[in-house]
């Protein structure tokens, strides 16, 4: 065969393409599981994060059984919630099954476009030395990409941490919601007040009002990520407002949640591909 001929261009490259796409396809097959365990890993070290059960950089160090360990000693409850704030289904606290990224973005666009027959939204109670802590997440748009995390409530309602989480804000700007201990600091004591006439919580450009409990200031020069990360704040706080205002002691909800039990739903385990998401 003529090597200088076009025939042969054509074939010589097809073959490269394909082996390079076969070699890609096997080396994301042999690493699938690990990063699953990392991406899981991590959604559960921002939750305890939040909780303030741990320090965000002793998680980090502990490696993915550790903080697995960690999880399924803290954990008393976890479940998915409907529209109504009653139970949807148990998830199972033994694999550590979690919701990852993936799935908080397809239940965003359910909330904001009012489909409550669809919502399906993560609640997770901790427990650390008697201290009852519910977990609530939420998901949304920051400046470049999706921003998420997650808010921790004492059972009154107070604020005890949050952890949030960016894929591409600016650093040092937009990327302080993550990376800035003093901006996650201000929503500690703070209150999710519902009310008919304001919001339950608000990201305030300017500094918040004095004495206003349920608000925090927003980061210098990071507008527009302070404006995503209130949207996702107070849509999913409106979200979980049948759920926290049921609320009596040790977490659960008044009347028969646990009769509300539906037939499992196709698992919503964090995988790798979840952490790609992009919000829209």
Excluded at 170 to 180: H, S, V
Aim: aromatic share 8%.
């Amino acid at each position: 065969m003529n090597t200088n001929g076009n025939i042969y261009t054509v074939i010589y490259t097809t073959l490269v393409v394909v082996l390079v796409a076969a070699v890609l396809a096997t080396v994301s097959q042999v690493l699938a599981p690990r990063q699953d365990a990392n991406v899981k890993a991590e959604t559960i070290s921002q939750m305890l994060a939040a909780a303030k059960f741990y320090e965000k950089s002793e998680l980090d160090a502990m490696g993915n059984d550790k903080v697995l360990e960690a999880y399924r000693s803290a954990v008393k409850e976890a479940f998915l919630i409907k529209a109504d704030g009653t139970l949807d289904r148990n998830l199972d606290i033994e694999s550590c099954e979690i919701v990852g990224t993936g799935a908080l973005k397809a239940q965003n666009k359910f909330i904001k476009n009012g489909e409550s027959d669809k919502v399906s939204i993560p609640v997770i109670i901790l427990d650390k030395d008697g201290e009852r802590v519910i977990v609530a997440a939420c998901y949304g748009a920051g400046l470049w990409g999706p921003i998420w995390g997650y808010i921790a409530v004492n059972e009154d309602k107070t604020i005890r941490g949050v952890y949030f989480d960016h894929e591409s804000e600016t650093p040092g700007l937009g990327a302080k919601i993550k990376d800035e201990p003093s901006f996650r600091a201000e929503f500690e004591g703070k209150s999710v007040i519902y009310s008919e006439d304001a919001p339950a919580f608000s990201i305030v450009k300017g500094g918040a009002p004095a004495g206003v409990d349920n608000a925090v200031d927003a980061i210098t020069g990071a507008t527009m990520t302070c404006n995503g990360l209130n949207a996702a704040i107070q849509t999913w706080l409106d979200a979980y407002e049948p759920y926290l205002n049921a609320i009596q002691p040790k977490g659960r909800l008044i009347g028969d949640l646990l009769e509300n039990l539906e037939a499992p739903a196709d698992s919503l385990c964090c995988n790798a591909a979840d952490s790609l998401a992009t919000a829209k």
